[in-house]
Structures are given as structure tokens and as C-alpha cells.
């Protein structure tokens, strides 16, 4: 069998690549969308729930309660669900757009990086306007409960490691729902990705 590189391979740049991403999410946009929705509603919900713990911290000396995590935890394992069916049903369409690339000498690597990075990619935009989100529903909160004062004893860099944190989660968040569905489609033989109907 020849490797990567030799003969019956052909090389795929990044900039392909990453032409190649955008032009699925383009056409698959409706999908994408609802796949970024569910990755805003659970990192805004967490960024939420993390700004106002963050000034209730601050501000009166409260602690981050042991049920705030769970909730973090239970609103991203649904949101990763969501993301994941999503994704998989979204590499089950593109069979045959998986077995004409491979015949045309794509390797596995990039089969697996395409999904990788379109899903990583739709994840940090839904993430990013799930951050803006949720500071937005908890500076709202804080003022429309007459705290509005206690929001800027928080500093700065408070706000941004939030909004990291936002964004980094959002992030695996995406890697992780979408690893199984990427792997498989990566490793089906052209003949067998042909034969699959959707």
C-alpha cells in the first residue's frame, strides 16, 4: 500500500482545507445554524451562571455553590447531544461526497480534519456569540435586581477569563461531539462510503 505522500496520494494545504470547511457550513448552513445555537444556548447559560457567581464572589463573599457546576455540566452535556446527533447525521449525508474525495486520493487524516475543523469552527462562533450572550442576560440580571453598582467591583480580567472559558468549552465541546462521526467517516473505503444510502 503506498503511504502518504507517494503515489496515489494527493496533498491537501491547508488553505484547501479551510476553503473546503467554509463551503460545507455555506451549503449546509441551516444545519450549522442549528448547531450553533445549541452551542450558544449552553455557553450562555454557563457564562450566566458564571458571571453571577463570579459577583456574588466579589461582591459579598459567596462561594460558587457545588449545584451551580451541575447545572454547567448537565446544560453542556445536552447541548453536547445536540451538537453530536447533529453532526453525525451531517457526515451520513456526505457519504458520497466522502467516497469522491478518498477516490480522488484524499487520506483518512483529511477526511478527519475537514469535519474536525468545520465542527471546531461552528462551535468557537456559537460559543463566542454564546459568551456576548450570557454577560449580556447576567449584567441585565444583576442591574434588573438593583445590583448594577456590584458589576464593576469585578475586574476585567474577570470578564475575559469568563469569556475564555466560554469559548475554550465551546470548543471541546465541538471536538468531543463530533469525534466518533469523524473517525468513521474517515476510516469507510470509498466502495463502501458509495453504497450507503441516506
Avoid at 455557553?43 to 461582591?59: P, Q
Avoid at 457545588?66 to 454547567?72: D, K, R, S, T
Avoid at 465551546?170 to 466518533?180: D, E, K
Amino acid at each position: 500500500m503506498a503511504k502518504e505522500g507517494t503515489y496515489g496520494r494527493v496533498s491537501f494545504p491547508t488553505s484547501e482545507l479551510l476553503k473546503l470547511v467554509f463551503l460545507n457550513i455555506r451549503k449546509r448552513f441551516s444545519r450549522s445554524l442549528l448547531t450553533m445555537l445549541s452551542v450558544l444556548l449552553a455557553i450562555a447559560f454557563m457564562t450566566v451562571i458564571l458571571t453571577l457567581g463570579t459577583v456574588n464572589r466579589v461582591a459579598q463573599g459567596t462561594e460558587f455553590a457545588a449545584y451551580q457546576f451541575w447545572l454547567i455540566f448537565v446544560a453542556l452535556l445536552v447541548a453536547g447531544l445536540g451538537v453530536f446527533n447533529s453532526l453525525l447525521i451531517s457526515v451520513a449525508e456526505r457519504y458520497r461526497e466522502i467516497a469522491t474525495i478518498k477516490t480522488l486520493g484524499a487520506a483518512d487524516r483529511h477526511v478527519l480534519l475537514l469535519y474536525l475543523i468545520e465542527s471546531v469552527i461552528i462551535g468557537v462562533i456559537g460559543g463566542g456569540f454564546g459568551v456576548l450572550v450570557g454577560l449580556g442576560v447576567g449584567v441585565w440580571l444583576l442591574s434588573a435586581y438593583g445590583r448594577a453598582a456590584e458589576i464593576g467591583m469585578v475586574a476585567p480580567t474577570e470578564y475575559l477569563y469568563i469569556m475564555g472559558q466560554g469559548l475554550l468549552y465551546a470548543a471541546i465541546l465541538s471536538l468531543f461531539a463530533t469525534a466518533y462521526p469523524s473517525y468513521h467517516a474517515s476510516k469507510m473505503s470509498p466502495a463502501e462510503a458509495f453504497r450507503v444510502e441516506v
